[in-house]
């Protein structure tokens, strides 16, 4: 069974851009491009990743992050943002991963791969404040290829 993924960005080329890569690799993918979708649309059972934007309407992502994994504390986060300084923040609040745009889609997918085969066990010790088991995927170096980031 394809695995869910439910992006949360309000940038729709970001969000289109990473749904297609994606898609491409096999993942079942929904978008919610603000915080008030985000919540409707998660739905735990339904899904396995969130990817989430930190730089959200209406409320920050931040604030969704601890809305959803309130409800479903297991659930894989990995934070993907433009943001400075969020690191500290990312490991506090046990992220499965920060991401800094802009984001190489093969990054990602690795990023991704790498969060969904983790136990429940690495979960609740990032949870529990184990920060070593945050990913810190620094930006790609820009290249001539630029326009393959997102």
């Not at 894989?76 to 433009?82: A, E, N, S």
């Amino acid at each position: 069974m394809k695995k869910r993924v439910l992006i949360v960005d309000d940038d729709i080329a970001v969000s289109r851009s990473m749904k297609r890569v994606l898609e491409g690799a096999g993942y079942a993918v929904s978008l919610a491009m603000d915080s008030e979708e985000a919540i409707v649309q998660f739905l735990p059972e339904q899904t396995d990743l969130l990817l989430l934007d930190l730089n959200l309407p209406t409320r920050s992502g931040w604030e969704v992050f601890e809305r959803l994994t309130t409800r479903c504390p297991f659930v894989p986060v990995i934070i993907i943002t433009g943001m400075p300084n969020q690191l500290p923040t990312a490991l506090s609040a046990g992220a499965s991963a920060l991401m800094e745009k802009p984001v190489d889609p093969v990054q990602l997918l690795e990023t991704i791969s790498e969060v969904l085969s983790e136990g429940n066990e690495t979960g609740l010790r990032r949870l529990c404040g184990y920060e070593a088991d945050t990913r810190h995927v620094y930006p790609t170096q820009v290249s001539a290829r630029q326009d393959e980031g997102f």
